[in-house]
């Protein structure tokens, strides 16, 4: 095997500190590192537990954002309320023939599936 994980997914952001607020507060995640860095911060952040994370990068303002990233959630419900009251347009959930599903737009326009655990 060539490649064993996948450690590391850029996520596009105008607004670092906006997003950190956004990943935490609304989904729940947690830091993994928030360090100087020559461009802004290398900020990371994961599901608790999880060993890949998301790189909150504000040093590509020319990438467009990213669509279909999937997320697991034991209960795709509560989350949709949760994102809901942090003013998301949370889409869902639906039940479809593989399963529950959410969709959702982070503040930058990410775009993010939630399928149930």
């Keep these: 095997m060539l490649v064993s994980h996948i450690i590391t997914v850029t996520v596009p952001v105008s607004d670092q500190d906006r997003a950190l607020a956004f990943y935490t507060g609304a989904l729940g995640l947690e830091v993994r590192t928030d360090n100087p860095f020559p461009m802004g ?15 909150l990068a504000s040093w590509f303002p020319d990438m467009a954002p990213i669509d279909g990233l999937v997320l697991s959630s ?26 529950r599903q959410l969709l959702f737009k982070d503040p930058f326009g990410n775009g993010f599936v939630v399928t149930e655990e």
Excluded: F, N, Y
């Design 41 to 55: 911060r290398w900020l990371t952040v994961a599901p608790k537990g999880a060993q890949s994370t998301l790189l």
């Design 74 to 99: 034991p209960d795709a419900g509560a989350l949709a309320d949760r994102l809901r009251e942090h003013g998301v347009d949370a889409q869902g959930p639906t039940d479809e023939p593989w399963g």
